[in-house]
């Protein structure tokens, strides 16, 4: 089945600085890639996505990048701000799987002000 | 619109016990799921519905059951707690692909004495 490693699983960056997020995953044929932020004790909110036929996809301040060949995708936030203080989770999901999402551990990221 | 709508948010059970998650969406999704987030850890799909009356088991379905009479409402039925179970519960929903959760419900926190 699909693993996904997430890294780094804590990222300490002073405001106004940028943070990236690295996913690797193992199924050559997973099609989706989507992140999620978990705020503490919240639910967690989808708040970007990527599919296997596009390569880079930016929403305001954060941006997925997507590298089929190295199966790796990442998560860039810049400019960062306290708010954006959360754990971030990583998936990725095949149709030959159901769809079924396979999530990385996380990582914990504290911006400093 | 409320979204996703997950009852309790809060339970202690006893070992043996067994309980109803409540869940209900009133966005139209077809698709909803179960996910179970343990400590420092990501998702892990317990239980997907791709429409009323179909239901289907995910990654770790043992000790529950579930389903989806309407398209409204989706619950989680634990048989006989078990402290393995102690768990915080997500109820999500999509109305684009199965098992790509859009909107998560609060979450139940669960503790099994």
């Known amino acids: 089945g699909e693993n996904v490693e997430q890294h780094p699983s804590t990222l300490s960056v002073q405001e106004g600085d940028s943070a990236v997020i690295k996913c690797t995953y193992s199924?050559?044929?997973?099609?989706?890639f989507p992140w999620y932020k978990q705020e503490l004790g919240k639910r967690p909110q989808l708040i970007i996505d990527i599919r296997s036929n596009v390569g880079e996809k930016k929403d305001q301040r954060i941006a997925v990048t997507l590298n089929k060949t190295a199966k790796h995708f990442s998560l860039h936030i810049t400019e960062t701000q306290p708010e954006d203080s959360a754990v971030y989770f990583c998936a990725a999901s095949t149709l030959a799987a159901g769809n079924k999402l396979t999530f990385g551990g996380g990582t914990r990221v504290l911006v400093k002000p | 619109n409320a979204g996703v709508t997950q009852t309790p948010k809060f339970q202690v059970l006893k070992t043996g016990q067994s309980m109803t998650l409540q869940c209900a969406q009133d966005m139209n999704h077809e698709y909803m799921s179960w996910y179970r987030q343990d400590p420092g850890m990501g998702l892990r799909l317990i239980h997907y519905s791709v429409g009323a009356g179909i239901t289907d088991q995910g990654e770790v379905p043992n000790g529950y059951n579930v389903s989806r009479s309407t398209t409204e409402d989706f619950p989680l039925r634990l048989l006989s707690a078990a402290p393995s179970q102690t768990s915080v519960y997500f109820c999500a929903s999509s109305y684009s692909s199965p098992n790509q959760p859009q909107h998560f419900g609060d979450g139940t926190r669960l503790s099994i004495l």
């Open positions: 199924d050559s044929a997973s099609n989706y």
